[in-house]
């Protein structure tokens, strides 16, 4: 469910490069924005799952006059997330690769503009097939992968493509070798469905919490990472293009930057006792 969920979210991917390729930029920024407001509106108006527990039930005129408390209320419940210590792990785990995730996403087309000339239009097709690469793995390989190496092992698949892909890309030496490796894009996500049904099944065992509360406080902390993590690793980008090292930048720095908090995300996830991801099953 979590993996069609994710696969449908990749709608903005496919249709605002398109708009990129085709009509002016302003366009595909116009588009991403209309479709960034409808999801954010849809989840928190009209999904009363998604509620703080005080406001389930509520319609969802209550949802948006209320939104100063539900504001508050999820805070609160990521509060009651962290009281389980191997809980706190993973979610640690999670926002590591959520901040490499979107800083090394919001960083890319100026990577690629300064080390490889790019515009909108020779972007657009990265864009494109990451998005699809990311569908077919959320569609098709996600459930036989899980049969194969369970809940722990998506994520440990996760954050070892977390390591690989953007050192990989770091070191690409043209742009047609970045799309090229973003072909495998796709695998560096299995942990977000993975992560939303470990949540929903150990909320049940902690006092307080439901699946829904719980993804509605996940969703607290995605928002605030997700938003510092294009401007972390663009100041990144900016420091290595200012900064030579031995007479040469190194623009490639955010992405080693990237692997290497992976390769911490990898040593927590290890630390977690393995009966944790079937607790609440």
Request: a positive charge; glycine letters at 10%; aromatic letters at 8%.
């Amino acid at each position: 469910m979590y993996g069609r969920l994710n696969a449908a979210t990749n709608i903005e991917g496919i249709i605002v490069p398109l708009a990129a390729m085709v009509a002016h930029d302003r366009s595909a920024v116009l588009v991403l924005a209309v479709i960034r407001v409808a999801a954010l509106l849809t989840v928190v108006c009209f999904v009363a799952e998604s509620r703080p527990a005080s406001l389930i039930g509520g319609s969802a005129r209550s949802a948006v006059s209320d939104g100063k408390h539900a504001f508050f209320e999820r805070w609160k419940n990521v509060r009651i997330l962290f009281t389980d210590r191997s809980l706190r792990r993973l979610i640690t785990v999670g926002l590591l690769g959520l901040l490499t995730g979107t800083g090394l996403g919001g960083t890319s087309f100026l990577y690629c503009k300064d080390k490889f000339g790019a515009n909108m239009q020779t972007f657009a097709p990265l864009v494109t097939v990451s998005t699809v690469s990311n569908g077919l793995v959320q569609l098709f390989l996600l459930k036989p992968l899980q049969d194969k190496v369970g809940l722990r092992g998506l994520f440990m698949v996760a954050v070892i493509f977390g390591v690989c892909m953007p050192a990989a890309v770091g070191a690409a030496p043209t742009l047609n070798w970045m799309i090229a490796i973003n072909v495998f894009s796709g695998l560096g996500n299995v942990g977000l469905p993975a992560f939303q049904a470990v949540l929903s099944n150990v909320s049940e065992t902690i006092p307080g919490l439901s699946p829904g509360v719980a993804l509605g406080a996940l969703q607290a902390m995605s928002s605030v990472v997700s938003l510092l993590g294009p401007p972390v690793y663009q100041a990144m980008l900016a420091f290595a293009l200012r900064t030579p090292i031995a007479g040469e930048t190194h623009p490639g720095l955010p992405f080693f930057v990237g692997a290497a908090l992976n390769l911490v995300a990898m040593a927590i996830l290890c630390s977690i006792p393995r009966d944790f991801f079937s607790r609440g099953l």
